[in-house]
T-cell receptor, first 119, second 114 residues
Framework: GAVVSQHPSWVICKSGTSVKIECRSL??????MFWYRQFPKQSLMLMAT?????????EQGVEKDKFLINHASLTLSTLTVTSAHPEDSSFYIC???????????????FGSGTQLSVL | GESVGLHLPTLSVQEGDNSIINCAYS??????FIWYKQESGKGPQFIID?????DKRQGQRVTVLLNKTVKHLSLQIAATQPGDSAVYFC?????????????FGQGTILTVHP
């Protein structure tokens, strides 16, 4: 089955630093990827839609300058948390929709998530 | 705004019992629904989906029921096993929105006792 690789799985950083999270579709091409954020014992909240070759679309209340998204190829999207602060500590999850085999099918493939802890 | 809620935030069952997890949604324009299973520290895992033109769909040990009249979705797990212990989320797509853009419910913690 389709696999989405997310890296790193966990990261600890100092307040004020930037952290980059990668989301790769390993065996399919994904024009569109999605970034979610999840706090402990809460649901997934969509942050932004990542579009290959164009600007990301951010959900209301998500700061685009804070969470930089780059989708430079059909298999890779990155989320950079800039100037991270403790309140940015969360579980970040990406998902990707297969352009080809699953065209029109809604089965999204999720990464395994990245736990970010900002000290 | 859109919302997806759950009647039961936690559910504890004995191994071998059937489990029913419920989800209520408010957006009548929703046309596609998915149930996900999430284990601790991992991403969501697809379980089963259903489109709004159906009211029931069955998979292996799982059944999803959709009642559009009362905007209610349920997941039934037959012969629940300890490995089924996880958080279960319903998610839906509002009609007309981008494929893959989902709204997730709050989640139900399922605990299966041996």
């Amino acid at each position: 089955g389709a696999v989405v690789s997310q890296h790193p799985s966990w990261v600890i950083c100092k307040s004020g630093t930037s952290v980059k999270i990668e989301c790769r579709s390993l065996d399919f091409q994904a024009t569109t990827m999605f970034w979610y954020r999840q706090f402990p014992k809460q649901s997934l909240m969509l942050m932004a839609t990542s579009n290959e070759g164009s600007k990301a679309t951010y959900e209301q209340g998500v700061e685009k300058d804070k969470f930089l998204i780059n989708h430079a190829s059909l298999t890779l999207s990155t989320l950079t948390v800039t100037s991270a602060h403790p309140e940015d500590s969360s579980f970040y999850i990406c998902s990707a929709r297969d352009n080809g085999r699953w065209a029109g099918n809604e089965k999204l493939f999720f990464g395994s998530g990245t736990q970010l802890s900002v000290l | 705004g859109e919302s997806v809620g759950l009647h039961l935030p936690t559910l504890s069952v004995q191994e071998g019992d059937n489990s029913i997890i419920n989800c209520a949604y408010s957006n009548s324009a929703s046309d596609y629904f998915i149930w996900y299973k999430q284990e601790s520290g991992k991403g969501p895992q697809f379980i089963i989906d259903i489109r709004s033109n159906m009211d029931k769909r069955q998979g292996q040990r799982v059944t999803v029921l959709l009642n559009k009249t009362v905007k209610h979705l349920s997941l039934q797990i037959a012969a629940t096993q300890p490995g089924d212990s996880a958080v279960y989320f319903c998610a839906f797509r509002a009609g007309g929105t981008s494929y893959g853009k989902l709204t997730f419910g709050q989640g139900t913690i399922l605990t299966v006792h041996p």
